[in-house]
């Protein structure tokens, strides 16, 4: 497989003869405010340049979004993709949410869906501690991964938008995924804490997938992340896990 770190959390996998989207955000830099209540909330996104053209981004055979928030989907990457594009949401009501932005080829990822042979699980996620949850669900609202299987290919587990926590283990544990992209920006809100992975996470990650090579993705592109690849490079060198983490820049492409 091919995987492209776009920008955030968006990516472009070649996976068994197929070229997935994935959580398409093609924003231009500093067009949206700030997340309210977040650190940095005065800093507008997305907080870097989209640097691969958006003609090669929607170039491809199918769409996979893990849930619709604002660094995750918007307006222009809606305008941009061709309206009978393969779309793979979490569940019916993004489906619904989807669909009334004209998209007529939308599926919930419901039933363990193939497309070209891939098959895709619906993972779950959680978008913060319970504590946070609980606070502020009506914005963090559900979340979800997806693990990519084809019997040409390694597997591949897209954790999306969650911290560590028992979901995640499980996956690990069950799976046994060869592949494991994190989004780890430590995304903060104020006063409750992370909502995506941090350092620590990370390492819990890579000591519960011995097998798995660990990308880093979701990083320096929004107002709350208090986590930079730098910090997260010298993170991984101190913690000995450069054999297995990789933390691609912007438009790199990984081998897998």
């Known amino acids: ?26 924003a231009a830099k500093g067009s949206q405010p700030g997340f309210e209540g977040t650190l940095n909330s ?7 340049e989209l640097v691969v053209p958006i003609a090669e981004l929607v170039d491809v055979d199918a769409v996979i979004l893990t849930h619709v928030h604002p660094d995750h989907w ?11 594009i393969p ?3 979490q569940h019916f009501g993004d489906k619904a949410t989807i669909e009334q932005a004209g998209f007529t080829n939308v599926h919930a990822l419901i039933g363990n869906p193939t497309f070209n042979g891939v098959k895709l699980t619906r993972t779950p996620g959680q978008h913060g501690s319970d504590e946070c949850l609980q606070a502020a669900y009506e914005i963090l609202g559900e979340v ?9 290919e390694k597997s591949l587990y897209l954790a999306g938008d969650t911290v560590f926590n028992e979901y995640v283990a499980g996956m690990l544990a069950i799976h046994a995924p060869e592949v494991v992209v994190m989004n780890c920006c430590d995304a903060q809100v104020l006063g409750l804490g992370s909502i995506i992975m941090n350092t620590g996470d990370v390492k819990s990650v890579y000591d519960a997938a011995p097998q798995a090579t660990l990308v880093a993705s979701h990083m320096e592109a929004v107002n709350h992340a208090a986590l930079t690849r730098a910090e997260l490079r010298a993170f991984v060198q101190e913690n000995r896990m450069g054999d297995r983490v990789l933390i691609p820049a912007d438009g790199e492409t990984l081998r897998l």
């Open 1 to 26: 497989m091919n995987l492209r770190q776009i920008r955030n959390a968006t990516l472009l996998l070649d996976y068994a003869g197929s070229r997935f989207l994935i959580d398409p955000w093609f």
């Open 87 to 89: 779309f793979f949401v």
């Open 144 to 152: 979800c991964g997806v693990l990519f299987t084809h019997p040409d």
């Open 42 to 48: 005065h800093l507008r996104n997305p907080t870097a």
């Open 74 to 84: 918007d307006d222009v990457a809606a305008d941009a993709l061709r309206k009978d």
